[in-house]
């Protein structure tokens, strides 16, 4: 570095004397100009050597647009200082004019392609918005007064016109390899490049002005500008920074322009509202058409720069939240699995659905071959045939260190690798690199948690196992106990069980069966598995669930692990709790549930067996006039004793069970006829007609009972149902009854509801008619009154008789509407008849 600068430091002091020269001394004119012209030659060739950039042939040629143009120069001015002969136009110096141009153009394209790998729209339209605003004035106050002299051929004129187009080509070649931007900054070669062509621009549209005007003279300060371009291109080549230029650098998307570009876009998109003010000032609006045409050019490709910054911000927003989820992911993440599978999710929210790729999370030793120190992108293939018969033929791996840039890591996390299209790793490599710096420090995390869980496992364990109120023996091949840890103190009732044989601690009745067990496991190789065993205690019993492993290879262990836990507390609960869900918790009998999968196991068994399986459906008389008059206390332990004489009176094969108040119900399994049944009702009855002992009082009791049979039924619920019909009739014929269920009662049963939904129907619509009775006094033998029956329905319906339809309206309270409205019509009938004349009262 330090001979470039010094070779860049000879440069300049070798134009500024020859320029000194040149500006002074006007014979030498020709010769120091070609010194001038040749030393921006040698100063590429001379930074070629010294910098060595991986691409040299850019320069090369961009060195070859150089001599060509200080060639023509040359021939021009010796042609014209020492001949003396008038140079006609066109002529040898401007063929090799405009040869310059061709070679600037694909040297500027070389260094394009190497240092911008993939497409840059962003960069490209603002390549050409700089182009199209620069190109106006030349096109203006240069091209078009060409096209427009007099006397020029069409070469001339073509010729004339080439030269400030070919300095537009130029720069904007130097605008494209300038505007994008990178993560390394502004690269210094790259703006003495445009420095130099700026100036270079800027003077031949000055030469051409002046041509046009027959004011142009060789040695004077205009030439300046020449200078300045012959200088700017050879320091451009000279400084260290040139070998940027054909090295690929990464791009940082940014959805917005840096605020230097903005500024730039701005200035040049108003160079043609300017022209247009300066000519309306000047009252010369001759390019009107013009302006308004570089205008709309202008306004379309500002347009899409808007629109492509848009475009940028939303990907640059999804990027965000797609690594703000991977940070929430991987903040959670306690296994490298998920560190794992958080990667892979972000990558296709980055990427996208519609874009293939593969995903892969190296550890330390996976990734130690590639020595990844930075970030970078490289072929499948220089990762090897391992990872790369991973990566599903995609043609680019982005490769991204899983470490922090701002901070060391304590141990290597691994590396990420995402292969995909070269174009989509590119737009989001810099996402790529902090999703990476996430996952390294997650993965971090994780190895240090695995780290201090191996080194404090063993401490961990020795508490563990003094602690936990499980036992855990280990035992010798011949079963005996080689360690018990303390908690077998409240299991076996002492915790020196070091030397005793296990089978002997167990149960005599499950005794084989451990011993089977213990021998099952050493046989069967390091399964475990578990069972459950009495032990013996001092004070009794104790149940304990076991589990068996076999580490006899494990060299810390070497022997059978056995895991004894008490149980014994927990199977009185499950115990307690079955009980609870299955039983009465009053009577302790049976409860509907319980009743209900007992008769269907007992109707499925009278289907194999040909038995018949028989239900009572029983109910209380009058249990609640017990509860009014001595309490709810009393009702309940009266309730206890209809449950025990109920159990009593039964055989052991038959089921009691209370279906909640004061309702009972009795199974009866095996029957051979329904008479049986009916016979155990009439005994149920008899049973509970005999008085009850409550304290000091005797309390007398009945029961209505319904019988059904399987012969009626299909299921239990339909057993039951037939039952509480039967039950129903039975209390319809007085206390102390019991009936059997007939298929007429289901009948009588759906028309008594038919019967209640009309009632309640002919109550709302007042669907009723009165009859009048006369009261006659027989000693006198007058009417001394009448007597308001209701009738339902209305004639001509058929009638119901009142007796059924008043007892159902006593029952559904449907009543008191009823009588309301008899009162109602009989009192206006009456108030009618006091209204009517006296014969009229008479007849009536």
Known sequence: MQSAHRAMVIHVGLVAVATLVYMTVPAALSPVWAVIGLAGVGA???????????????????????????????????????????????????????????????????????????????????????????????????????AEVDGLTWEQRAISIAYPLGDVLVLALLARLLTPSSVEGPNRSVQLLVVGTVTLLGFDIAYGILQLNAIWQAGTALDAGWIVFYTAWGLAALHPSMTALTAALPQKPSPLPPPHRLVMLAGVTLIAPGILLYEAASHSPHHTAVIAAFSALLFLLVILRLAGMVVAHRGAVARELALRRAAESLVSAIRQQEVVRSCEEAVGMLLGPAVQHRTLVLSAEEAAPLRPREARRVAPAALGPGISSRLDGLPAVQVCPMTSPDRPATQDPGVLLVAGPQQALTETRGSLEILASHAGLAMERVLLRQEVIRRESEAYFRTLVRNTSDVILILEDDDTIRYASPSAAAVFGTADLVGTCLPDLVDPRDRARAVRELTAVRDNGPQGSHDHWWVRHRAGRVEVEVRCSDFRDERTVAGLVVTLRDVTEQRRLEHELTQRAFHDSLTGLPNRTLL????????????????????????????????????????????????????????????????????????????????DAELLAAQVVQALTRPFVLGDESVSLSASVGVATARDSTDAEELLGHADLALYAAKAAGKRQWRRFLP?????????????????????????????????????????????????????????????????????????PLGSWVLENAVGDVAGLQQLPGPAKRRT
């Open 44 to 146: 590429v060739l001379v930074g070629i050597r010294l910098n060595r950039p991986a691409h040299r042939w850019p320069w090369w040629t961009l060195a070859a647009g150089l001599l060509t143009f200080i060639a023509g120069d040359t021939y021009y001015n010796v042609m014209e200082e020492y001949f003396h002969a008038s140079n006609p136009f066109p002529s040898l110096s401007d063929a090799l004019y405009l040869t310059t141009y061709p070679l600037f153009a694909i040297g500027l394209s070389g260094l394009i392609r190497y240092r911008w790998a993939g497409h840059d729209l962003p960069s490209l339209l603002d390549a050409l918005i700089v182009t199209a605003g620069l190109a106006l004035p030349v096109w203006v106050y240069l091209v078009q007064p060409l």
């Open 744 to 816: 007429m009662l289901r009948a009588r049963m759906v028309e008594r509801h038919d019967l209640q939904s009309r009632l309640a129907r002919a109550v709302a619509a007042q669907e009723f008619a009165l009859r009048y009775q006369p009261v006659v006094d027989i000693d006198a033998g007058e009417v001394v009154g009448f007597e308001a029956l209701v009738r339902w329905p209305r004639a001509p319906h058929r009638p119901v008789s009142p007796e059924q339809f008043i007892t159902l309206a006593e029952e559904t309270g449907h009543i008191a």
């Open 596 to 675: 209900l999968e007992r008769i269907e196991r007992a109707l499925l068994r009278g289907r194999r067996e040909s038995s018949l399986t028989c239900l009572l459906f029983i109910d209380l008389d009058d249990f609640k006039q017990v509860n009014d008059t001595m309490g709810h206390s009393a009702g309940d332990h009266l309730l206890v004793d209809v449950g025990n004489r109920l159990t009593r009176t039964l055989r052991r094969t038959d089921t009691a069970a209370r279906l909640g108040g004061d309702e009972f119900a009795v199974l009866m399994e095996d029957a051979r006829e329904p008479l």
